[in-house]
């Protein structure tokens, strides 16, 4: 097991380091090469169909879905625990994605580039860090809890997929750049190796605390 969890600290370190790095390239507000390119080859892909589709794909990554989706979970799970730690995971990575939106104040693409209105920084992408936060967790706990293998490898492909189109969505429709949803990716993705990290640590001292007080009071 320890091993598994030397990897874990090198990929969260990473995704810490290229996230910092892009951080460095757009700090100035220059347009990097990639994200040029990735505007060209998005005008080029557009066509009404893949527009109206990945129109209703990105709102899957919004507030409101990801808001009302936490709020379901968090009533229907009878694990206050598990309950507190979904609500937990997405309100941190909100404020941890308006702290660098805030740090850096990147301008988003030119509205001649837009299909859709948004407002705000573009650096890193919200929709990119909560839906990679938001569903990646899901991941987690369907790893945790679901014995099914195949209930297991299709809940991950099937978000994994998910969170891939709704990034997608975000360059192809004109509101962010290619760099600024990598980023939210790599930031999210070290951001919930930290999460979950926290949340088993306290579960563990929970336990070992109610174990403590089991053998006092016998």
């Known amino acids: 097991m320890n091993w598994k969890k030397g990897i874990k600290w090198v990929v969260a ?8 790095s892009l951080m460095s390239a757009v700090s100035d507000h220059d347009v990097l090469a990639f994200d040029s390119a990735a505007i060209n080859f998005m005008h080029e ?14 709102e899957l990554g919004g507030a409101i879905v990801i ?38 104040q990147r301008p988003r693409p030119d509205v001649a580039h837009r299909l859709i209105e948004q407002s705000g920084y573009s650096f890193p992408s919200g929709h990119s860090m909560c ?3 938001f569903y990646g967790f ?4 369907a790893f945790r ?19 891939f189109l709704i990034g997608f969505s ?27 990290s926290l949340i088993n640590f306290i579960n563990f001292k929970t336990r ?11």
Do not use: E, W
């Open 67 to 104: 808001g009302l989706a936490t709020v379901t979970l968090f009533f229907a799970i009878r694990n206050k625990r598990l309950s507190f730690a979904i609500l937990g995971n997405i309100l941190g990575v909100l404020i941890v994605n308006q702290v660098f939106k805030f740090l850096i």
């Open 138 to 141: 899901l991941i987690y706990l």
């Open 170 to 196: 975000r360059v192809y429709l004109g509101v962010h750049y290619a760099s600024d949803v990598i980023a939210g990716f790599l930031l999210a993705v070290a951001y919930l190796i930290f999460y979950i």
């Open 13 to 20: 370190f990473l995704c810490a380091i290229v996230f910092l």
């Open 45 to 58: 892909l557009r066509s009404p169909v893949l527009t109206f589709f990945l129109r209703g794909i990105t």
């Open 131 to 133: 839906s990679m936060a």
């Open 145 to 163: 809890y679901v014995k099914n293998v195949k209930v297991r490898v299709v809940t991950t492909v099937g978000l994994g997929v998910l969170v």
């Open 208 to 218: 070992q605390a109610s174990s403590r007080k089991s053998k006092h009071k016998a």
